[in-house]
């Protein structure tokens, strides 16, 4: 497995606290990639992650993290100038919404350019993982997505996109047409039932939005997230569904990627209705544990995701 992403730092402050009035922050490296990277690589899967860090301590201090989730670093590029993004979460309990504010301007992977890119390695890979948040931080960026998504087809490696649409990078009205040419033709499309309807404006139900994203945009495998409905999944031919697993939330952020990372996981392993089953019990390990990256091991995959019953057809 192999990416291209931005890794930030996320730093938080426990439900009852305000940011306001913090006295210490929890530091979480992070990102969309990241995430879903580290807990394949976690589940034994060989994994590499090329991205832009600061020569200074934050950057060790995510090369240190890539190190003890088993994760390849070879991908990563140092860079003398630029920063890490970073982003605050102020965790709250209802009525209050949890608080999120970026502070990613300037990062280093918004300096980067298309001949930095050791494309042999990216592409040395089964499968390579991009998403939508990429395309959305600088120009530059979205070229190495265009030209990443080219040499992929080219060399005839397989694509997994997550749409992943964050509303503070971008409006609605440009995520929609790059994002509607960069999910073209891929194996496994990523997308929440309101970016389909926001983006691709599919409407309906679940086994309509995933034809229509299939025949819209080509993919071959499709994914639909539905939060406390469990997954939606489209085999070529068939829609299927599973069940969310029981859950005691923790902490939210992180659970699309490490859905994403169950997903892929069965499909590189020939089997993508049991990587539906895989997706939903990640998801509900990373709601379980604080921080975005999830930490687990394939005998305790295995064990939660035995409890699940096999995917329903939806017909």
């Not at 600088?138 to 080219?150: F, H, M, N, Q, S």
């Not at 679940?206 to 993919?219: C, K, P, Y």
């Not at 406390?228 to 999944?233: F, S, T």
Request: net charge negative; proline share 4%; charged share 20%.
């Amino acid at each position: 497995m192999t990416a291209i992403g931005e890794v930030m730092l996320r730093l938080s402050v426990p439900a009852g606290v305000r940011l306001e009035d913090a006295a210490r922050l929890d530091v979480h490296p992070a990102g969309a990639e990241y995430n879903a990277l580290t807990a394949l690589a976690r589940l034994n899967r060989g994994c590499l992650l090329v991205t832009a860090l600061p020569e200074t301590a934050l950057g060790r201090l995510v090369l240190n993290r890539l190190r003890a989730s088993g994760m390849q670093t070879e991908g990563l590029i140092w860079c003398e100038t630029g920063r890490i993004g970073t982003y605050f979460v102020e965790f709250a309990a209802p009525p209050r919404p949890i608080d999120v504010i970026y502070d990613r301007a300037g990062s280093c992977i918004t300096q980067l350019s298309v001949d930095q890119i050791d494309w042999d390695s990216l592409l040395d890979t089964r499968l390579l993982l991009l998403s939508g948040i990429t395309p959305a931080l600088a120009p530059g960026c979205e070229a190495i997505v265009r030209t990443a998504l080219d040499k992929a087809r080219r060399a005839g490696v397989p694509v997994a996109f997550d749409v992943n649409y964050r509303g503070k990078l971008w409006p609605p009205e440009a995520a929609a047409k790059v994002i509607s040419e960069l999910a073209r033709d891929v194996e496994i499309l990523f997308c929440k039932q309101a970016d389909a309807a926001l983006l691709f404006g599919v409407h309906g139900g679940a086994e309509h939005i995933l034809s229509a994203l299939s025949a819209r945009t080509g993919a071959r495998h499709v994914v639909l997230t539905a939060g406390e409905r469990g997954v939606y999944g489209w085999d070529g031919s068939r829609a299927h569904h599973v069940e969310a697993l029981p859950v005691t939330v923790l902490d939210r952020l992180g659970a699309g990627d490490a859905l994403a990372a169950g997903v892929i996981h069965g499909w590189l392993d020939g089997d993508f209705l049991q990587g539906l089953r895989y997706g939903v019990t990640l998801a509900a390990l990373a709601m379980s544990q604080y921080g975005d990256a999830l930490i687990t091991t394939r005998a305790e995959l295995e064990r939660l995701s035995s409890a699940l019953a096999a995917p329903d057809i939806l017909r």
